[in-house]
């Protein structure tokens, strides 16, 4: 039997993922070269974004030292709630493209000139959490092949 807590998390989860096709899909025009961009990037990491990643983030920010802890506590507020405020959504897609950076599949530079991003300093902040938390950038916490493709991504 599945827990109810693990029920919660996942659907925490797949609402983070939810928010973040929302906000690309508010600020990039279907069919353009920065949407197949997002999309791609999406299609690679979305899933390990979500399922292994963020469960990943919260341990380490969590067992971090209370100075590390305190710094970031507000990037965790911003990631882990739901809320319909900008800030909060844009924030979780901030998250994700830096996260994209941080693992190698794009660049800032590539970020910001396909205007995924309207600002490098967003994600900068986001890539030195990441790095000051010493994360690993392969999160191996479970072997899973478990796809999460919003169907707002999908569609044409």
């Not at 963020?54 to 100075?67: I, S, V």
């Not at 794009?106 to 490098?120: D, E, H, I, N, Q």
Request: with cysteine; aromatic share 14%.
């Amino acid at each position: 039997m599945v827990s109810t807590t693990l029920l919660v998390k996942m659907s925490l989860l797949l609402k983070i993922a939810e928010t973040i096709v929302d906000v690309a899909s508010s600020r990039l025009v279907r069919g353009t070269e920065q949407w197949e961009y997002f999309k791609w990037l999406a299609h690679e990491l979305l899933s390990e974004f979500i399922i292994k990643f963020l469960p990943h983030l919260y341990t380490c920010w969590w067992e971090a030292d209370p100075d590390t802890k305190a710094k970031y506590a507000y990037n965790m507020t911003v990631l882990f709630t739901i809320s319909n405020n900008q800030s909060f959504r844009v924030g979780k897609y901030n998250a994700f493209i830096a996260y994209c950076i941080y693992r190698g599949y794009t660049t800032a530079y590539m970020a910001m000139k396909f205007r995924l991003v309207s600002g490098g300093e967003s994600v900068y902040t986001w890539l030195r959490m990441y790095r000051a938390l010493r994360l690993s950038r392969t999160p191996c916490l479970m072997n899973t092949t478990v796809k999460i493709i919003p169907t707002k991504l999908l569609q044409q």
